[in-house]
């Protein structure tokens, strides 16, 4: 009974392969997010989707493409996969955007050789 | 530039004691304040929350203290128990389109 869903929990792959990782919610909530904790352990967000609607989009190189094909699904889609691109990847969601709690995924650990 | 710091990187109490967990941030805008417990291997949790209209917050065995004027908050913990035993992220937002901002973290160790 996840409430906030994503998989794979462990990824590793290839330099210069393309990998998607999923996530679903069943909070019914509006917003959805994506996080990455790098190495410094910095949680710093990615992405922020409300109804589906992309609303934050930070300084992420572009062969990150997130896509939300409803309110409850948020996947994270990555290009050419790079060594930086290894860290843990957080899904969360949280009803109304920004400014409210959010509840977070189990995360999803990417590697890259 | 670190909007939200977490300065102690790591706290050990013994079991019984009280763990405090300090916060401060350099954004005035902020006026909502929430603490996150992970455990390893899991995504962060949310424990509580207290808003700028606030000074405190209880819930149980948490306490977030808030002082705005000092830009600065602190979660205690009493008493602390092993299971307590985690890395706790500060985290904040202002109202309007800020996405949460977090520390980077303090690993609290509860040693029985």
Known sequence: DTAVSQTPKYLVTQMGNDKSIKCEQNLGHDTMYWYKQDSKKFLKIMFSYNNKELIINETVPNRFSPKSPDKAHLNLHINSLELGDSAVYFCASSQGHLGNTIYFGEGSWLTVV | ?112
Not at chain 2, 24 to 44: C, H, I, Q, R, V
Not at chain 2, 99 to 109: D, E, I, M, N
Request: glycine content about 8%.
């Open chain 2, 1 to 112: 530039d670190q909007q939200v710091k977490q300065n102690s990187p790591s706290l050990s109490v013994q079991e019984g004691r009280i763990s405090i967990l300090n916060c401060d941030y350099t954004n005035s805008m902020f006026d909502y304040f929430l603490w996150y417990k992970k455990y390893p291997a899991e995504g962060p949790t949310f424990l509580i929350s207290i808003s700028s209209i606030k000074d405190k917050n209880e819930d149980g065995r948490f306490t977030v203290f808030l002082n705005k004027s000092a830009k600065h908050l602190s979660l205690h913990i009493v008493p602390s128990q092993p299971g307590d035993s985690a890395v706790y992220f500060c985290a904040a937002s202002g109202s309007g389109n800020t996405p949460l901002v977090f520390g980077k973290g303090t690993r609290l160790s509860v040693i029985a």
